[in-house]
């Protein structure tokens, strides 16, 4: 496979995946900017896809460093959420051959808007945003849950998803907003290496072009993190709702025009 990408749109590429990366790091939705962007570049459409997961899972991946080594990431709640979200992501892969992602699209669109509702209303986190020594059984077993559910869910279709692991993680185990940022990039780390390996095998990520936006996403989620951990709740609030906004305005676009 080869695809043919000039210099200059190389550069732009690059260009949105800083951007795609410093996003998604904070609320998700990443995808909005960089997977358009290699459609635009002339990428065929299952080209487009792959190539995006093989440069966005080292944005996960930065993003996930960065987040741990400010103490947002609590290590035994990872080792299950982990697995859980790889799992579900190859469960999400093999759906697709049974059932058409587009008939999700009306049930997200309903569910995005019920997330804008909830961020909008949702009152300041409690205090300590940092993990607990370790979290309990109930706690992990809801974080498998999360990971197992969500973690289909981007195997199987996937805008948003960074989005909803955030809003789980919050509702659920009450973390903030920052921490739930975190807990989201684990699964959001392990959903994407699912899908690097599954668009590899298929011969489908063109490297030539992912390995550049690979690095521009890295710096991106870097700079994300570092903003969510700086900014905490109020930024990651904020940036989520402009997600999920787009989100909304591109799923209600893609209903109607069905």
């Known amino acids: 496979m080869d695809v043919d990408v000039s210099a200059l749109h190389l550069i732009l590429l690059c260009l949105a995946a800083l951007i795609a990366g410093l996003v998604d790091a904070i609320a998700g939705g990443g995808g909005l900017i960089s997977l358009p962007a290699l459609l635009a570049a002339g990428l065929p459409p299952h080209v487009a896809l792959g190539t995006n997961k093989g440069q966005s899972v080292f944005g996960a991946f930065a993003a996930l ?11 035994r709640l990872a080792r299950v959420t982990f697995p859980f979200g790889l799992g579900g992501a190859f469960a999400g892969v093999a759906l697709v051959l049974l059932v058409k992602p587009e008939v999700l699209k009306p049930l997200v669109l309903v ?7 909830f961020l ?11 993990p607990e020594p ?23 279709f996937g805008p948003g998803t960074g989005t909803f692991l955030i809003v789980a993680f919050s509702s659920l185990l009450g973390h903030g907003l920052a921490r739930a940022s975190a807990d989201a990039k ?20 063109l490297w030539k072009v992912a390995l550049p936006m690979a690095g521009a996403q890295f710096v991106g989620a870097w700079l994300g993190a570092h903003l969510a951990v700086k900014g905490g709740d109020t930024l990651v609030r904020k940036v989520v709702l402009g997600v999920v906004l787009a989100l909304v305005l591109k799923l209600g676009h893609d209903v109607v025009t069905a």
Not at 68 to 75: F, I, K, P, T
Not at 134 to 156: E, K, M, N, Q, S
Not at 186 to 205: D, I, W
Request: without cysteine; charged residues 15%.
């Open 186 to 205: 684990v699964v959001n780390f392990a959903s994407n290496l699912a899908s690097v390996a599954l668009f590899a095998f298929k011969g489908v990520v």
């Open 65 to 75: 460093v960065r987040f741990s080594r400010a103490g947002l990431v609590d290590g």
């Open 111 to 117: 569910l995005l808007i019920a997330v804008a509702v």
């Open 120 to 130: 909008a209303f949702r009152k300041s986190p409690r205090p300590g945003d940092t």
């Open 134 to 156: 370790g979290p309990p059984a109930r706690a992990r077993a809801i974080g498998a849950l999360i990971a197992l559910v969500i973690g289909t869910y981007d195997g199987f």
